[in-house]
């Protein structure tokens, strides 16, 4: 097995733990995303739920100014010992920052398309439809501080027309 497959299967293995234990909860959820930073370390689960929304703040301004923050979340980092495994993974292949440009670009990619592919075995296995419709939640896999590359994995990872994406796309995407 390749290190992007073993990573591929890390974090598979990971996330399903952590989103099974999150959607016990039975709230409805809207956004749920898999990020990391510019350097492709180890990712952490974030998601907000409707309730969750309601739950942090009576204010409609502040609502409107957290709904698709992943650090503002009750649920950011949620498990994030179940990426044990992946960390070390990552750190077995070194400091990225030491590698030169070109080799940090390909350990970048394949370490992001890792996380996608995880995330849509995922969603092939219908578990962003547990508690809500799948149209009414966006799933993303993203770097930050943002860039393009958010907006073309979230293209690649959800229905262009569902209503949901929509409103993050208007909302959030730096087009």
């Known amino acids: 097995m390749g290190f992007q497959e073993e990573l591929t299967h890390e974090l598979y293995q990971a996330v399903k733990t952590i989103l099974m234990d999150l959607f016990s909860n039975k709230e409805h959820y809207y956004y749920i995303t898999l990020t990391s930073d510019g350097g492709a370390h180890t990712p952490c689960i974030s998601a907000w ?10 204010d409609e ?3 409107e100014n957290i709904k698709w923050s992943y650090a503002d979340s009750p649920y950011c ?32 990619r394949i370490r992001f398309q890792a996380m996608e592919m995880a995330i849509n075995r995922l969603d092939q296995e219908g578990i962003f439809a547990i508690n809500q419709k799948r149209d009414d939640v966006v799933v993303l ?15 690649r990872m959800n229905d262009a027309n569902s209503k949901i994406f929509s409103e993050w796309l208007e909302e959030m995407a730096e087009i």
């Open 49 to 58: 739920s409707d309730e969750a929304l309601y739950r942090s703040t009576n």
């Open 61 to 63: 301004e502040r609502q």
């Open 77 to 108: 980092c949620w498990k994030q010992e179940e990426f044990d495994k992946v960390e070390a993974l990552l750190l077995s292949r070194g400091n990225i920052w030491d590698l030169d440009w070109k080799a940090f670009e390909i350990e970048y």
């Open 141 to 155: 896999v993203e770097v930050m501080p943002p860039d393009d590359t958010n907006i073309e994995r979230a293209y």
